[in-house]
């Protein structure tokens, strides 16, 4: 069992490398909003392949936390930037009227 | 029966696996953020249930399947909200997604793809009018649908000056 808990460990770390290179290719805010969702999402389930691998049930707590604060961040970078675009296309809007 | 149980969660270890790999690899290859959207959240949803699951069946009577429920439950719940939440987000603050429809023409109040076909000088009314026509057309019985679209996009121009 330890070689498929280690196949899906290298899985889930390439698909995080992956996640981090268009978080900082991303060319726009909403790309690393992104990527930055899904490293979380992939955090979490490494920490869960991670705590079988070593026999360490209490990781799954740690994963549970990363989890709950991961959905919290995301959607406070959301609004942040929501509300700024919406600011931002309105004062665009203004300024062309002029 | 052990041996059956390792058996299936291999098979969903490996395909979660491979689903989670896909979905890093569309994120990292798909020319835009709501095709790269799409690629990441159905993989992150699909992905983690297939690498749970496969997880909770080697954790035995204990607590552990418990707590990969827990952790289950609450990604499947909230990888599809922050999902929608990004797609609404990004909309709301300018982001379109450069689509094209069966006329050839972009995003309404879209510059034209520059591939695609030129537009006219009114081509917004003969969108509108193109559109009731054939939605109409599609929902009602041929009888009728020569003379009801011709009501509506006679109508319509009206409606628009005023």
Redesign the interface.
Known sequence: MEWVYFGTCIAILVTMVLAVVRGVVGPTIFDRVLAVNMFGTKTVLFIAVISFLSGRPDFLDLALAYALINFIGVFAVLLFFQSRGVRRAAEAERDAGK | MDILL?IA??VL??T???F??V???G??RMPE?YT??HA?SLT?TG??AL??VG?ML??GF???PL??A??FL??FL??P???Y??A???L????KPPCRNETGKTFPGEPPVADGPKQSKSSAEKRTANKTVAGKAARKPAGKATRKPAKKAARKPARKKS
């Open positions: 390792d969660s291999t270890l490996v979660g696996g491979f989670v790999f979905g890093g690899f994120v990292m953020l790269r959207m990441a992150d992905g983690a690498i749970l997880l080697q954790g204990t607590l552990v707590k990969l827990a952790i609450f990604l909230t990888s909200t922050a999902s939440a990004l609404n987000a990004a709301l603050s300018g982001v």
